[in-house]
């Protein structure tokens, strides 16, 4: 006779997360990369659409931004829908977990309400957001802030990608911007996502729920100064760029410091970019975040004022253009209070300082969030990762929300 486990099988989000666990993975760092409109991503939209379709979607519908809605129950028009979901794209070289794991978890919550065999009371929706990293054209959120009107469609179309690529055409044609009469569908949007810190390892929980969100955005910091012949160049005669970004670097993670904020330099291109030559520019982008608006815009006019001191003394330029900006979330209070109670046990809530499109929706619509736990708390990186377990009770506990929330009965 069969054993209990070989006649089940792996658990029902094992079997899930190994379907996609390997596309956009790139097999020498373990790393993700999955950017917005590209391939790695276009495919996890096909298989959502079969997954979404095989357990009883009546409709899978795309927005005109990039965001992809599978509807189930009745007509999504009727209004006050439970939407679940989160975002397929990565970072580069990102961890598999920031954001499909939210799709994976949405989808299964769903499917455990109807193998419960209770009606929906609700329409019930998952989506799939479009380029929340902006590692792609470079504004985090982009789906849901075009679908919500934050950004404007014209602008994002004229966006472009690394390789000189514009949004309109990635997307095969200018975005639809925003849809009011699609997010008046919306009753309450929940996003679960795996934890990007330590809080919830750290206090022994495998769930948690989000009270809010700092604000953060990003600028682009542009130094130039004089490409010149590095052997011949004196030291005295020089202008160089590397220079008053390198202090900036520093500058910026003092000043941080200094506010119990957080400011990171992690891309930048030098021209030309030659071991033998002063660069005649150097382009840095700087992402900042604070705990409220006031230290954040502190943080960086402090910044920018000491990199513009410097660069006076390096005989370069700098400016500095805001690429984006997301104001301060807090997540509804009456719904954090009520998950609590579904939740039952004492589920801890905790801020955090990634940004979600939980935090473009909350500003529109009841919107909440749910962390699974992150034992080493790394993300935006290979060595993200979460339990299989952990995942499952994301899930359970995803679940019985969505039953609270939409089931009949
Ligand atoms: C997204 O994860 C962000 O916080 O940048
Ligand atoms: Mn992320
Ligand atoms: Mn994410």
Known sequence: MLSDSVVEGPPPFTRLWAEIVGVGRDA??????????????????????????????????ADGNGNLFAWYGPPPE??????????????????????????????????????????????????????????????????????????????????????????????????????????DRIGVFVELHIEQGRALADLGAPVGIASGIWPHGRWRLDFAGEANHAGTTRMADRRDPMLTYAFTVLAANKEARLRGAHATIGRVEVEPNATNAIPARVRGWLDARAADDATLEALVEAVRTRAVDRAARDGTTLDLTRESLSPPVEFDGGLVTAFRRVLADGVPVLPTAAGHDAGILAAHVPTAML????????????????????????????????TELAAAG
């Open 28 to 61: 020498g760092s373990g790393g993700y990369l999955r950017y917005g409109f590209g391939e790695a991503v276009r495919e996890l939209e096909g298989w959502f659409r079969g997954v979404a379709a095989a357990d009883g979607a009546h409709t899978v519908e």
């Open 78 to 183: 009727r209004g006050d829908a439970v939407l679940l979901g989160s975002h397929f794209d990565s970072v580069p070289y990102g961890g598999g977990y920031d954001g499909p794991l939210g799709i994976v978890s949405a989808l299964l919550a769903v499917r455990a309400l109807r193998e419960s065999g209770r009606e929906f009371r609700r329409p019930v929706g998952v989506v799939a957001f479009a380029e929340e990293e902006g590692s792609r054209f470079g504004v985090p959120c982009l789906g849901s802030r075009l679908l919500s009107g934050a950004l404007d469609p014209d602008r994002a179309a004229g966006l472009v990608d690394r390789d000189g690529t514009a949004l309109a055409e990635a997307m095969g044609g200018r975005p639809a911007g925003a849809r009011p009469e699609l997010l």
């Open 371 to 402: 962390f699974v736990r992150n034992p080493t708390g790394v993300s935006h990186s290979p060595a993200e990762s979460a339990s299989d377990d952990d995942c499952a009770e994301g899930v359970r506990r995803l679940a019985d929300l969505l």
